[in-house]
């Protein structure tokens, strides 16, 4: 069975569109002009901030959908998705790899040199993020998404180069969800 590490529970509930607008107003985040490193430097020992756009050089093996689970299901339920070939054992360094982009308007997923979107997760739709170990040392990001109070959940699966790299992603969701929703209750007095 593989170990367990970190994991963060959230989810917030907002405006969809109210997201996606803002998204198309940042001009860093839609030409790809914003700080190659992520977060300023200055800003580095202040924790996630809500000007902080955050990233990871990740590989990517796949993504499956199904009813929400428990940890020990997730990861059951991935074990089952590689012997039946919906999820890469082992993704490639040359052909997996993606940006993992973190901002306090969710989560974007780009190639490396963020020229190529495949992916947005507005920060609303994300249920919780965690990390595990497998029997032969990997590390997987699990990031489950999907309708607040919905039934169907899809969790997009990223190997990671370490288990600090891996627990630095969750502990940065955390951070970020924790931001954004303390910032959305006191907006809301």
């Avoid at 699990?142 to 180069?161: H, N, R, W």
Wanted: negative net charge.
């Amino acid at each position: 069975m593989p170990a367990v590490g970190e994991s963060w529970i959230g989810g917030q509930n907002t405006d969809e569109e109210a997201f996606w607008a803002a998204e198309r107003q940042r001009t860093t985040w839609a030409d790809g002009h914003q700080e190659r490193g992520g977060r300023a430097s200055e800003d580095a020992d202040k924790g996630f901030q809500m000007n902080s756009v955050e990233d990871a050089l990740v590989q990517y093996l796949g993504t499956i959908s199904g009813i929400q689970r428990s940890t020990e299901e997730l990861i059951a339920y991935v074990d089952q998705a590689k012997r039946t070939g919906n999820v890469a054992w082992n993704a490639s360094q040359t052909h997996d790899s993606v940006r993992l982009i973190l901002s306090k308007y969710g989560i974007k997923v780009t190639d490396i040199n963020r020229l190529e979107i495949f992916m947005r997760v507005p920060m609303h739709k994300i249920g919780w993020v965690m990390h595990y170990t497998e029997d032969n040392d990997q590390q997987v990001v699990v990031i489950e998404a999907g309708k607040p109070g919905g039934t169907s959940f899809k969790y997009y699966l990223y190997q990671c180069s370490s288990a600090e790299q891996a627990k630095k992603i969750c502990s940065t969701f955390g951070e970020a969800f924790a931001l954004v929703h303390s910032r959305a209750v006191l907006e809301s007095l």
